[in-house]
């Protein structure tokens, strides 16, 4: 079974600049997650999809950052204008059941 | 916003040797949840516990849910290097997931 995928692996941008991460999940899983998380600490919950529709986003800022998942598939984050702050790894994880999650590799954004 | 509490962060210890990592949260929950994390890398599942008083192992971990405490334990027993990693508990609380900071362990020979 092939795990998530995730790309970009690696992405370097200047501070206001767009940049968007793209994720598929494991084949057959309905639930999807995308987390943020910076140098040493705890991946923070972004926004969780359940098929196309969004159950929980109230950690997603909102004013720069959005995610969609058409089709129920793959999923899109996208970070418009970016901050320095943003400089984290960006995790998607999918799942069958809330139970077990599977992470994907992740991307790597360094904003300038 | 629930909090998630792990300690020690960052742990040292001689191979063959046991210790506990625990993880505090601040309010009810009905998942808890432990990771594992190494360098430069993505989050493995390890555990998850259901319902008060569970307890599961596999291999020199076991993690063990405390409910009514609120307190979750990861105990490794006879460390070896190949657990040298970051472990990370994570409590679900309604649709939200909430992560500790992580415990950075390292297993000297």
């Known amino acids: 079974e092939a795990g998530v995928a995730q790309s970009p692996r690696y992405k370097i941008i200047e501070k206001r600049q767009s940049v968007a991460f793209w994720c598929n999940p494991i084949?057959?899983?309905?639930?999807l997650y995308w987390y943020q998380q910076i140098l040493g600490q705890g991946p923070k919950l972004l926004i969780q999809?359940?098929?196309?529709?969004?159950?929980?986003d109230s950690q997603l800022p909102k004013d720069r950052f959005s995610a969609e998942r058409l089709k129920g598939v793959d999923s899109t984050l996208k970070i418009q204008p970016a901050k320095l702050e943003d400089s984290a790894v960006y995790l998607c994880?999918?799942?069958?059941?809330?139970?077990?999650?599977?992470f994907g590799p992740g991307t790597r954004l360094l904003v300038l | 916003e629930l909090k998630v509490e792990q300690n020690p962060l960052f742990l040292s210890m001689q191979e063959g040797k046991n210790y506990t990592i625990y993880c505090n949260y601040s309010t009810t929950s009905d998942r808890l949840y432990w990771y594992r994390q190494d360098p430069g890398k993505s989050l493995e599942s390890l555990f998850v516990l259901l319902s008060n008083g569970a307890v599961k192992q596999e291999g020199r971990l076991m993690a063990s849910l405390d409910t009514k405490a609120r307190l979750s334990t990861l105990h490794i027993t006879a460390a070896v290097h190949d657990l040298s990693a970051t472990y990370f508990c994570a409590v679900r609380a309604g649709n939200q997931f909430y992560f500790g900071t992580g415990t950075s362990l390292t297993v000297i020979p």
């Open positions: 999809f359940q098929n196309n529709g969004v159950v929980d």
């Open positions: 084949s057959g899983h309905a639930t």
């Open positions: 994880a999918s799942s069958r059941a809330p139970e077990t999650q599977y």
